[in-house]
């Protein structure tokens, strides 16, 4: 798969997914982001998700990249799965327990593309930094803390 399929189709499998996910059970609610920054930043961390699969699958079979086809998965699994999730529980507390719980995937997942590639690190980054900021939002949003 080349760079560019890699990209078109982590675009439209996960704003597919979004889009499917939030026309049956409605957007999760907020008051905390205006309804414009998770898509927008996804289209971002999409991508950079999938640059990071490529480069860590890149190379000869191994363990490492054995590993990261694994992580890569689960990744992607716990990453498609959150918004259809969030849309269907409409509970702010089930939106921190997927962040967590996501925010813990891919943190093993950094950690064993850094061994398949330190490349796939770099692209897998921007992720590693949104899911805290996600998940205090998630937290923000279940105190009710701003309304």
Do not use: Y
């Amino acid at each position: 798969m080349t760079k560019t399929q890699a990209i078109v189709l982590s675009l439209v499998v996960g704003h597919g997914v979004g889009a499917i996910a939030v026309t049956l059970g409605g957007p999760p609610p907020s008051s905390v982001v205006p309804p414009w920054v998770f898509p927008a930043v996804w289209t971002a961390l999409f991508p950079c998700f999938a640059l990071a699969t490529l480069r860590a699958l890149d190379g000869a079979p191994r363990p490492e990249v054995r590993a990261a086809k694994a992580w890569a998965l689960a990744a992607a699994l716990v990453t498609l799965a959150w918004l259809p999730v969030a849309c269907v529980a409409d509970e702010p507390w089930v939106n921190v327990g997927l962040d967590v719980g996501a925010w813990l995937v891919l943190a093993v997942a950094g950690w064993v593309f850094a061994r398949a590639s330190r490349a796939a690190l770099c692209w897998l980054a921007p992720l590693l930094v949104w899911m805290p900021i996600t998940t205090a939002i998630s937290v923000v949003e279940a105190g009710g803390w701003l309304s």
